[in-house]
């Protein structure tokens, strides 16, 4: 299992500071949890309520026939002992309080959201073992010649030169007169098998251009010599899903991709580190050619480079863990086959976890996020040069940021001051000429504090507070006009779809040659991967209308409780009663009205949510296997990081639906066969109740299919019955 949670609750969860740094065990407080059959004292349900704000540290490493303190123990200190282990070494810097300018340090917790990840230094402080200390340098002075002759004549149909260096004048400004005025024309079609949903900045149907189509392989890019060759040889030909992905992506579109998955992530990885190192390289050798040329006319000539940003980063990469990062690294290394690494050994030492945490019964997606080291407070900058790559630069040093997204929003810092003399300021200049960026499994980013993310965005592309010694008669001109946001690419690859994408795609996809979604062109629906093979279970999907989204929590509850509970009471048949509940606001209303309704007094519970602690989860689910409880609630978050065979299941409740369709598979089919297999289940009498509504599309098209989903929005009749 994954070792904490860490990065703040789910989306609808309350907000979390603290996160991330590989530590010894660490307290937030007690977990709020329901052991015991009933609550006695009312007030005890409401102090708990308002103490599930602390998030607890937890350890998920739990094998599932165990939960005893001791394997926490184990769980809590082998990161520690592995880290000091490390330091002994003399792999990390030297033990200092952080002082640079990009590493703000963590927060104590607070209750508050707008105060929760304020900054402040701490004499206790563990040490840092992603902080650097390096002076900032100037722009870059290198004027040595490339050994590329590509970029002696400026190539017309390279996508570099026609969206930064030289862009279309008239075409530019009508996008960005669209961009403005937010009016946009969208389009619909399909390469390969894969639906594309292109927006374009504007009014005018004469000023759109047909979307690229598919090509065979990296010869038909336009890369640099030295990219293009390693290219060919590491990946000669593409797949389909590559033949549309590439040129979409090279042609600096914003693309959000909803169909990640275990077997396409290393192909989506290698085209995303591609494609950045290729903007690096462009970047970096049109500067030092023009130095070469300044310093070959001297002080007499009328040459005047616009080719450079305020301050040197120029990609962004938002991962989940330390181990996606390594997975970039490596792949970045396979493609530049560079001569030296610089601080290889520190960032193996920091970064790599070559330990075997998980048997091949788990899940796939599961094992390749938290497999290796699952930490998720990091930040590094890669710096380039003509034959060195260096891991740990200093941000202004840096061409790549790789960094989670609670380690960069403790970079960046709070405006919130609290009179504290020892706080640091905010900054996030680093971020203002930020070109590229990608956001990779940003489906497993939501399980983390999506509000970072967020945060993250609406700090790139601003105006810097500082010089940091920039040559503003080189800086170029839209970067001056404040039209950087218009000319960054974001690339957001998740394995599906969701409100939270689509917005962050809405809202910061704003580069005027338009946004791009793709996504299968219809899906099959995971309720037929369940099959016979898997259970046989009757799933009944139950509609609920609501007049908004924003009244759809009530009636999703009100519906919960007037048709659903009392199927539970009334029959005296609560017994296995598994409750997926998908937002843990809802989790907290649910588990509430389990614990004080009158018409559930008979009724007995256990509750294993994300803020449970490992020994009240072991205890929730031995208990409901043995019968003790005859109703246990679940989180999708929870399931996210722990992937539970839950015992003793005989029938499913799905207040909602999982965002993930692989989960569905899990709760009802895993659930219900294991139950089966262990003989407590008659086979097919199994039962499954979903509840949905019309703002449920995107999941609900997941889980039934492209075929089916319109009828069961539309429809008069609110059941559907699947067997």
């Keep these: 299992m994954p070792s904490k949670f ?40 409401e102090r708990e309520a308002s103490e599930e704000e602390k998030p607890p540290s937890e350890e998920v490493s739990e094998d599932d026939a165990s939960g005893s303190e001791d394997e926490e123990e184990q769980a809590n200190t082998r990161p520690y002992l592995a880290l000091m282990q490390s330091l002994s070494k003399g792999s990390a810097p030297q033990a200092k309080r952080r002082k640079l300018d990009h590493q703000p340090t963590e927060d104590k917790s607070s209750a508050k959201p707008e105060q929760e990840d304020v900054a402040i230094v701490d004499e206790d402080e563990e040490r840092d073992i992603d902080h650097v200390e390096e002076p900032e340098e100037g722009p870059e002075t290198e004027i040595v010649a490339d050994d590329d002759d590509d970029d002696d004549i400026p190539d017309s149909s390279d996508p570099f030169e026609t969206h930064f260096v030289n862009p279309d004048q008239d075409l530019l400004q ?32 004469s000023g759109s251009t047909t979307l690229p189509g598919p090509i065979p392989g ?48 290393e192909n989506l990885r290698r085209m995303a580190c591609l494609h950045s190192v290729n903007h690096v390289f462009k970047t970096r050798d049109r500067v030092i050619k023009n130095n070469a040329k300044l310093a070959k006319q001297g002080d007499n000539g009328d040459f005047e480079p616009r080719d450079q940003g305020f301050t040197r980063p120029k990609v962004l990469m938002i991962l989940p863990t330390r181990s996606s990062a390594v997975k970039m690294v490596n792949m970045i290394c396979s493609l530049c086959e560079p001569e030296q690494q610089e601080n290889r050994k520190r960032f193996d030492d920091s970064y790599v976890d070559k330990e075997v945490k998980f048997s091949a019964d788990r899940p796939e997606d599961f094992r390749d996020l938290f497999e290796g080291n699952d930490d998720d407070m990091f930040r590094i900058g890669i710096k380039f040069t003509r034959k060195t790559i260096k891991y740990f630069s200093q941000f202004y040093n840096s061409d790549i940021l790789m960094a989670s997204p609670l380690g960069l929003r403790m970079a960046i810092g709070s405006e919130e001051q609290g009179g504290d003399k020892k706080q640091k300021k905010m900054d996030y200049d680093f971020l203002s000429s930020i070109e590229v960026v990608v956001v990779d499994q940003a489906d497993a980013l939501l399980m983390q504090n999506w509000e970072h993310v967020e945060y993250i965005f609406e700090h790139l592309n601003l105006q810097p507070r500082e010089a940091h010694d920039c040559d503003f008669s080189r800086v170029r001109e839209w970067y001056l006009d404040k039209q950087a946001p218009h000319f960054r690419q974001t690339v957001v690859l998740s394995a599906f779809n969701t409100p939270e994408l689509a917005e962050l795609h809405r809202r910061f996809g704003r580069s005027w040659t338009g946004r791009v979604r793709a996504q299968p062109a219809t899906y099959p629906g995971a309720i037929e991967d369940l099959g016979s093979a898997l259970v046989k279970a ?54 509430n009205y389990f614990a004080t309704a009158p018409a559930l007094a008979g009724v007995t519970f256990g509750v294993v949510s994300e803020y449970t602690d490992l020994p009240g989860a072991s205890r929730a689910r031995s ?26 299941v005989r ?42 509504s019309k703002y449920d599309l995107l999941k609900l098209e997941r889980v039934v299919g492209s075929k089916r989903v319109g009828r069961m929005v539309r429809e008069r009749g609110d059941t559907f019955d699947f067997v």
């Design 623 to 648: 208990y409901f296997a043995a019968g003790r409880h005859q109703v246990l609630l679940y989180t999708e978050r929870a399931h996210h990081f722990r992937r539970y065979a839950l015992r003793g």
């Design 174 to 205: 009508k996008r960005l007169k669209g961009i403005q005025a937010n009016e946009w024309i969208q389009s619909h079609t399909e390469q390969n098998g894969w639906r594309l949903i292109r927006n374009l900045p504007g009014k005018d149907p």
């Design 218 to 265: 990296p010869s038909s890019l336009n890369l640099k010599s030295r990219l293009a060759e390693t290219a060919s040889r590491k990946r000669p030909t593409f797949d389909k899903l590559e033949q549309v992905l590439y040129p979409l992506t090279f042609a600096y579109n914003d693309l959000l991709f909803c169909a990640r998955t275990t077997k396409n992530a």
């Design 538 to 591: 009757k799933q009944t999907f139950s509609r609920f209308e609501a007049a908004s989204a924003a009244a759809e929590p009530d009636a999703r509850f009100a519906y919960f409780t007037g048709a659903v509970v009392p199927s539970l009471t009334k029959r005296g048949n609560a017994a296995g009663t598994l409750v997926f509940v998908p937002s843990y606001l809802d989790f907290v209303r649910v588990r």
């Design 6 to 45: 860490r990065g703040g609750a789910r989306r609808g969860g309350p907000p979390r500071g603290r996160g991330g740094k590989p530590r010894g065990n660490r307290s937030y407080g007690r977990a709020p949890r329901f052991d015991n059959a009933r609550v006695a004292d009312i007030d005890e349900v």
């Design 651 to 692: 029938r499913v409740v799905l207040y909602g639906l999982p965002d993930n369709p692989l989960f569905y598979r899990e709760i009802v089919g895993g659930c219900l066969g294991r139950s089966e297999q262990d003989l407590t289940l008659e086979p097919g009498q199994g039962t499954v109740r979903v509840l949905f």
